[in-house]
């Protein structure tokens, strides 16, 4: 089993930044297909960012491409998610996710995913 706990939300005004944090344990995630999701009021959860396994491949949705980053420290176990030139409409919980997959691939599937945090809220204003 894997546990996954997200920090690093927040309030912040349009244009600025948040780094978000996914501290895994239970199991070392080095070579788990990891990735981020996110669910605002009255909106379906939608794929964010995602790292595959040896980190050889990033994914990221349109609307965040160019202002996110994904990210991994395999020494700390952690994944990161780093927000830059943040809008109104980033505004959600934000959810990370893993599952062990032996391939060298990103999913944007949320059904992919075995193991999710219990989810971090950013709110951004204008």
């Known amino acids: 089993q894997v546990q996954l706990v997200e920090s690093g939300g927040g309030l912040v005004q349009a244009g600025g930044s948040l780094r978000l944090s996914c501290a895994a344990s239970?199991?070392?995630?080095?070579?788990?297909?990891m990735g981020w999701f996110r669910q605002a009021p009255g909106k379906e959860r939608e794929f964010v960012a995602g790292i595959s396994r040896g980190d050889y491949i990033r994914q990221y949705a349109d609307s965040v491409k160019g202002r996110f980053t994904i990210s991994r420290d395999n020494a700390k176990n952690t994944v990161y998610l780093q927000m830059n030139s943040l809008k109104p409409e980033d505004t959600a919980v934000y959810y990370c996710?893993?599952?062990?997959?032996?391939?060298?691939?990103?999913?944007?599937?949320?059904?992919?995913?075995?193991?999710w945090g219990q989810g971090t809220q950013v709110t951004v204003s204008s």
């Open positions: 996710v893993a599952n062990e997959e032996w391939r060298i691939a990103v999913s944007r599937a949320a059904g992919d995913y075995d193991y």
């Open positions: 239970g199991r070392t995630v080095t070579y788990y297909r």
